[in-house]
């Protein structure tokens, strides 16, 4: 660790009082959905049907050619063929798009007779082929967090949820408590593990009086309560946090493994009853909405169709950003027109602040606040000068840009942008070194 460590954490204005209280609200299923061709940053896929075929939810429409994912279908009804259109991840990119019969017909992604009965090896090619990918935001691979079992003790299932706004993964582990401890209890068995913890952040007593109570079914998944701080829903800060122990690139390192407790939730219902990860629950949430509102939606349903229908914009003259996400890591996006993802947990409205930054007072806050123990301030320094020699000397891509460098810049600088824009001038440097 840095002797620059520091704090390395901050106390955040949560405003989970907007929509933690409120039942999830089921979103009618609209005409067309359009599901993308994209997962985390692939969009290598082989594409499976053609324009005019009927599919079912749980029809396979693709699979991905570098690493297995399949994607499904979250409505019944006919091909309409593929379109390129907006995607959160800020770019145009290829969607399959499904015309609404409104029927709801549904096939099993997988059928499995005696899932109780299930070997280590049959839960990790179930994951594999249900296309289960972390469903806290990265859309990185399930299956591929368990190809070495044999290291692996215990089995953290993060539900800490620590960005301001976010609370869908409260609202669905309350919906669905049973379910998210047989995916855990399954996830152990697909690891081998002995032991698996539950952590949701403290102050929570709904949730976590539910979680002590089914607990008492399972004698080895403990509920725990972490810090109510920013960024302990980070994989490696909650690692630490509960096991007191630090790695260097995965938690496998130290014998564990972190999955988004929606994801432990998929697991049960896909191995239970051959469900595909079709629909899910996501917090609209932000000053620039109406009525906040936790929602139900297809996977593939258009933002501004669920904003129309929770409502809409709190003014529609008024400026503002919508964000892939929460206020912290959130990708700004240009338009409402991207869907929902297998991986979205949040869209988050934002009316536009008019807010000049001063210049740099070179304080040290953001070193100090670091989570990775990097010092951004002199990150942001050497992208200015262009200099990508000492951007690879201050381990730029240690950043996960969480976005706290720029929360308690006292400058109200951008810094966060700044370290995503050095690491863009490394790599290009790198390209050009390589040509």
């Known amino acids: 660790m840095s002797i620059l460590s520091g704090i390395a954490k901050a106390k955040l204005d949560g405003q989970k009082g907007l929509t933690k209280d409120k039942p999830i609200l089921t979103i009618e299923d609209p005409d067309v959905v359009y599901i993308p061709l994209v997962v985390g940053m692939a969009t290598d896929f082989d594409v499976l049907v053609k324009e005019g075929d ?11 050619k570098s690493v297995y994912v399949p994607i499904y279908a979250s409505v019944s009804g006919t091909v309409k063929g593929i379109e390129k259109r907006m995607h959160a991840s800020k770019r145009q990119q290829q969607h399959i798009a499904i015309i609404n019969d409104h ?39 399930t299956f591929l967090k368990y190809g070495h079992p044999e290291s692996i003790d215990t089995i953290i299932i993060n539900g800490v949820e620590c960005e301001p706004f976010l609370t869908s993964d409260h609202l669905a582990m309350k919906r669905d408590i049973k379910a998210l401890f047989d995916g855990t209890k399954f996830l152990m068995r697909a690891a081998e593990a002995s032991k698996a913890i539950i952590a949701i952040k403290e102050h929570k007593p709904d949730l976590f009086e539910l979680l002590v109570e089914e607990a008492k079914n399972y004698s080895d998944i403990t509920p725990v309560e972490v810090e109510d701080c920013y960024p302990m829903g980070w994989e490696r800060k909650l690692v630490e946090t509960i096991t007191k122990k630090t790695y260097d690139k995965l938690p496998a390192e130290v014998g564990v493994i972190v999955n988004n407790s929606a994801t ?172």
């Open 54 to 64: 009927h599919v079912c939810i749980g029809t396979k429409l693709a699979v991905r």
């Open 103 to 141: 029927k709801n017909e549904r096939v099993k992604a997988i059928d499995i007779d005696n899932p109780d009965e299930m070997k280590q090896e049959e839960i990790v090619d179930a994951i594999k082929e249900l296309g289960i990918v972390g469903l806290g935001g990265s859309g990185f691979p």
């Open 264 to 435: 432990a939730i998929a697991v049960s219902k896909g191995i239970r009853n051959g469900e595909c990860i079709s629909r899910r629950v996501v917090t609209m949430s932000g000053n620039g909405l109406k009525n906040p509102q936790n929602v139900d939606v297809a996977v593939g349903t258009p933002v501004n169709y669920i904003v129309e229908k929770i409502g809409g914009y709190i003014d529609d003259e008024v400026e503002g950003f919508i964000l892939g996400g929460g206020p912290m890591m959130g990708k700004s996006v240009m338009n409402d027109t991207f869907v929902i993802c297998t991986y979205s947990n949040a869209i988050t409205v934002l009316k536009k602040e008019n807010i000049k930054p001063l210049p740099c007072l070179k304080c040290g806050e953001c070193t100090l606040h670091c989570p990775a123990h990097l010092q951004p301030v002199r990150i942001m320094q050497a992208e200015k000068a262009g200099d990508a020699d000492l951007i690879e000397k201050l381990n730029v891509f240690d950043c996960v840009e969480c976005g706290m460098c720029t929360y308690i810049c006292p400058s109200k600088i951008e810094v966060t942008d700044m370290v995503a824009k050095a690491k863009r001038r490394y790599q290009l440097a790198q390209r050009r070194k390589k040509a």
